[in-house]
């Protein structure tokens, strides 16, 4: 399976930043890429349909609702994400699970929604700073890939990111070491999960993901795609990272 580099903008981009898609798509037409995946602000989606229609470049939305409508002021549906042209959606970014407190159960959930409405979910998981120093990794991950992931999890249907939350903004940067180290433990605990069915599960890594590190990271062991934030909001920066991608 191809790796994925997906770029999340999170709370980024006005209508002027469809320059920067219709710059991603040129310069992609024609080539062989990775998959190409990018999640602008849900108001931006309708915008980019027609931008990224003759292009490798898919879009993703950022997050969902479990439910598919109601009263819920504020919130998206998957079904929405789906009728605005998305075919991914990210569920359980730690920004989500920090600001907005939802629960491995509420990720779980979202993830049965996107899947319902026939959208792929990038599930992400990660540990804080704390967590981390205090030896509690893998215990950390192994909760979240067990309360986050549902059993109907496949490779066609579903991503996981790796976000350490300590290597987010922070300066601090993950070592290939330490990614490899986590992809092996991730991967296990999905296998352990999900049976042979976890064994494609595409595992990509999100953390400060940028052009001068992003061929290493792309070459880990174990390391299936990206999630990258800042660095995919400018053509330019993504199309680099883009180009560290393995082909084969």
């Not at 059993?151 to 300590?166: K, S």
Request: proline share 3%; with cysteine; net charge neutral.
């Amino acid at each position: 399976m191809k790796q994925l580099i997906a770029g999340n903008w999170k709370m980024n981009g006005l209508l002027a930043a469809k320059a920067e898609v219709v710059a991603l798509a040129n310069a992609l037409k024609g080539r062989a890429v990775p998959e190409v995946l990018v999640c602008p602000p849900a108001t931006l989606l309708r915008a980019l349909i027609d931008t990224v229609e003759q292009s490798p470049v898919r879009l993703g939305g950022q997050s969902c609702h479990a439910k598919e409508s109601g009263a819920h002021t504020g919130d998206i549906s998957a079904e929405m994400l789906k009728d605005a042209g998305a075919s991914y959606v990210i569920v359980g970014h730690s920004e989500r699970r920090t600001d907005h407190k939802e629960s491995s159960a509420e990720v779980a959930a979202q993830a049965n929604a996107a899947w319902r409405a026939g959208l792929a979910a990038i599930i992400c998981i990660g540990e804080t700073d704390a967590e981390r120093a205090s030896g509690r990794m893998q215990d950390v991950l192994a909760a979240q890939i067990d309360g986050s992931i549902p059993a109907a999890a496949t490779a066609q249907n579903t991503a996981v990111a790796y976000e350490p939350i300590w290597a987010i903004g922070t300066g601090k940067t993950a070592s290939r070491a330490d990614i490899e180290e986590a992809h092996a433990f991730i991967r296990a605990r999905i296998e352990a999960k999900l049976g042979a069915a976890g064994r494609a599960i595409r595992l990509l890594y999100g953390g400060s993901v940028k052009p001068s590190n992003a061929k290493e990271i792309l070459h880990a062991k174990g390391v299936d795609g990206v999630l990258v934030g800042g660095a995919s909001l400018k053509a330019s920066d993504f199309l680099a990272i883009i180009d560290g991608a393995k082909l084969d």
